[in-house]
Nanobody, 125 residues
Framework: QVQLVESGGGLVQAGGSLRLSCAAS???????????MGWFRQTPGKEREFVSG??????RYVDSVKGRFTISRDNAKKTVFLQMNSLKPEDTAIYFC?????????????????WGQGTQVTVSS
């Protein structure tokens, strides 16, 4: 079993920065570093959108955040981060952390096995 807890969301003005964190607790004995981790976001009435992922193969980003967001992980602390710079009002959403047991970074939400509760990010213009 895997439990994920996000933090770091909040209200920020356009052009500002936020750093999201996702702390994982693992009870199955598998090393955190072998999991693929993803960040998704969702706004009311829309499907959950892939934002970024990190795995053994590297990192991946949706085009709209390339150059502005950076995903990273601290395997010793079982935590994944999303540094968000140059934020725009269209980045406003609930951001979810997810873990995928399989190898490879997938952009589809149903490929991920466990999810956090989400953290709200609001960017004002």
């Amino acid at each position: 079993q895997v439990q994920l807890v996000e933090s770091g969301g909040g209200l920020v003005q356009a052009g500002g920065s936020l750093r999201l964190s996702c702390a994982a607790s693992l009870t199955n004995g598998r090393s955190f570093g072998t999991y693929t981790m993803g960040w998704f976001r969702q706004t009311p009435g829309k499907e959950r959108e892939f934002v970024s992922g990190i795995g053994l193969s590297g990192t991946r980003y949706v085009d709209s955040v390339k150059g502005r967001f950076t995903i990273s992980r601290d395997n010793a602390k079982k935590t994944v981060f999303l540094q968000m710079n140059s934020l725009k009002p269209e980045d406003t959403a609930i951001y979810f952390c997810a873990v995928r047991s399989s190898v490879g970074i997938s952009t589809t939400s149903n490929s991920y096995d466990y999810w956090g509760q989400g953290t709200q990010v609001t960017v004002s213009s």
